[in-house]
């Protein structure tokens, strides 16, 4: 009869271990799972935040291609319209016409260099004046740069 009770106690510490043991091993794995959802959550996290940058910088790379070429073009027009000066220059014989009226040259160059002088200004950023805006005759328009002066002349 002790024999049957030791039996049963061994088999019942055995059981007891093994519950014992599967518990605490259900214990664990509850754990590592939550870590892991936790570790998830983070990464998801930070990869929502590194795509929102990503998507910031091909937004402003976007913006800054497009400021660079428009900031090209005007370049480009600038650099005709200095292209024209010179042809224009080339053209005339300004020492001779300064030495016979030099009122009517100074006159010419002075307006000129105010008109050319405008132009970069508003290149810079400076903003339209009314009288420019407005400007719609071929005397009250910057015969330099008109395209950018006065955007409602149409020659």
């Given amino acids: 009869m002790f024999s049957k009770i030791k039996i049963y106690l061994i088999i019942f510490a055995v059981v007891g271990a093994g519950a014992f043991g599967l518990w605490k091993y259900y214990e664990y794995t509850q754990n590592q799972i939550r870590i892991y959802a936790e570790n998830a959550a983070v990464a998801k996290q930070a990869a929502a935040v590194?795509?929102?940058?990503l998507d910031k910088t091909n937004a402003d790379l976007i913006e800054v291609r497009n400021q660079f070429n428009e900031v090209n073009n005007k370049f480009n027009q600038a650099s005709q319209r200095v292209d024209n000066l010179e042809r224009k220059l080339a053209?005339?014989?300004i020492n001779y016409?300064?030495?016979?009226r030099p009122g009517l040259v100074e006159n010419v160059v002075d307006n000129a260099t105010a008109n050319v002088l405008r132009c970069l200004e508003i290149v810079s950023g400076s903003p339209l004046t009314e009288d420019e805006i407005n400007a719609t005759k071929p005397s009250k328009i910057n015969s330099?740069?008109?395209d950018l002066a006065n955007p409602n002349y149409r020659p």
């Fill in 50 to 53: 590194t795509q929102a940058a």
């Fill in 91 to 93: 053209e005339s014989d």
């Fill in 97 to 100: 016409l300064a030495s016979k």
């Fill in 144 to 146: 330099e740069c008109p």
